[in-house]
């Protein structure tokens, strides 16, 4: 149970030799790429169960479903493990790389193996915090818990949780380090890149409401590469429309989120409210949903039925043309938008967004954003960074004739730290 907290080594069991030994620390694709923590997808209000579905679930299921206060973890292998586990192996590089030269022959590979620690120790950081933490709060960030910061190998060193100031800035200081080192075109997109780093750090302005940070990373990521997928390229009636993810044009970096059967393609059905509000003509309410029964979710940026976590230029584009509006910039808020959104209708249907003020910009690219994102871990991100600047989002389940509710702001948003962790490091659990 110990190495979903510390790890199970420290580096010094590790032979390094040299930097193809560190590389090979992190080509696991299913603990790197495809262990995302996903709970707060889980908790979001983009789906329901059905009674007999919700009745089929493990207690544990149940408990994190309805929003329980009690445990939601059916075993100590965790997404919170997984994520740790990573950050170990990121300061593993980070450890080893101040032994081995860097030389003329090695730098560039030398660099990008720093830029790749850093920025894998930042997502890790970054997704632990959506799911775990409150919302960033810009007036109590020092006095609101964070994560445990471990940044070293030393597995007997004992760590305490971090203010949720010190985690951001952890996460910041990673993805500043990572950019200038990556390569700006990754020999794989299960690696990161200079692109996705920018994104990243985009995202984690955005989530701090830092909107001038967020649109100038957004931009500067878009600038290097700004691909949009035409949905009018994919098969609508196909099981599953798009292409495997390491040759869909929009992604800059490949994840997925760690598999939780809560939220099982064949039984979670999308919210009613979401799906009646994509228009006549626009192509995602057929590629994203089936046409028939209770329109389970098929979209999957994925390419299979494993839900996408990673970063793509999208998701960059809605960051970028809502980081204008709320900086008053509402014709480049707009014209991100449109360039968007005409390459998901039908084409020549589609009926350019306007806004006569930023107030009405921002809305419509919000409304845009839960449409364009669905189930890709950035609801649960999104309500509750909306609920810090009074978006007053409550969230409401009916089960068996039972309401549960979950209200704006409210402790829960952090979901609990796996108990095993707490009982063996001692760490403050999260409020409730």
């Known amino acids: 149970m110990q190495k979903y907290l510390d790890e199970p080594t420290d580096s010094s069991q590790v032979p390094i030799r040299n930097l193809m030994d560190l590389q090979g620390l992190i080509e696991n694709q299913i603990f790197v790429n495809f262990a995302d923590p996903f709970n707060g997808e889980a908790q979001a209000d983009n789906y329901y169960l059905t009674d007999a579905d919700y009745d089929a679930l493990t207690q544990q299921q149940k408990n994190l479903y309805n929003w329980s206060n009690d445990d939601i973890y059916e075993s100590n292998i965790t997404e919170w493990g997984y994520a740790y586990d990573l950050i170990y192996k990121a300061n593993t590089i980070l450890d080893n790389l101040t032994r081995i030269e860097r030389t003329t022959i090695n730098q560039r590979t030398w660099d990008d193996l720093k830029g790749q620690a850093h920025f894998l120790r930042a997502k890790a950081l970054l997704q632990l915090s959506t799911v775990h933490l409150l919302a960033y709060d810009k007036i109590n960030a020092n006095n609101t818990l964070g994560l445990p910061l471990r940044l070293g190998t030393d597995i007997n060193e004992k760590i305490e949780r971090s203010t949720q100031e010190q985690t951001f800035n952890q996460i910041l200081t990673d993805l500043k380090a990572a950019a200038p080192l990556l390569l700006t075109s990754p020999i794989s997109k299960v690696r990161p890149s200079k692109q996705s780093a920018l ?7 955005l989530g701090m409401q830092e909107y001038d ?6 931009n500067q990521a878009l600038t290097i590469n700004g691909n949009i997928y035409d949905y009018n390229l994919a098969s609508p009636t196909a099981a599953l429309p798009f292409a495997p993810e390491l040759s869909n044009p929009e992604i800059f970096y490949a994840s997925t989120g ?9 039984t979670m059905k999308p919210d009613t409210v979401l799906y009646k509000s994509y228009k006549t003509n626009d192509l995602r309410k057929v590629i994203f949903f089936e046409a028939t029964g209770l329109h389970n979710f098929k979209g999957f940026y994925t390419g299979n039925s494993n839900f996408f976590s990673g970063i793509a230029s999208n998701e960059v584009y809605l960051m970028r043309a809502e980081a204008s509006a709320r900086t008053g910039k509402i014709e480049q808020a707009l014209l991100d938008l449109n360039l968007l959104l005409v390459k998901r209708y039908t084409t020549g249907t589609f009926v350019p967004i306007t806004a006569t003020n930023a107030e009405e910009a921002l809305t419509h690219i919000l409304e845009e954003r839960r449409k364009e994102l669905p189930f890709s871990g950035l609801r649960w991100f999104d309500i509750k960074r909306l609920n810090q600047v009074n978006g007053n989002i409550s969230l409401k389940r009916s089960i068996g004739g039972k309401i549960y509710n979950l209200p704006a702001k409210d402790l829960r948003f952090a979901i609990a730290i796996p108990p095993f962790v707490i009982r063996l490091s001692g760490q403050q659990q999260n409020p409730r």
């Not at 994104?199 to 302005?205: E, F, K, S």
């Not at 760690?258 to 064949?266: G, H, I, L, R, V």
């Open 199 to 205: 994104a990243l750090l985009a995202r984690t302005y």
């Open 213 to 218: 940070s967020c649109f100038s990373y957004a």
């Open 258 to 266: 760690y598999y939780n059967y809560t939220m099982s393609q064949y």
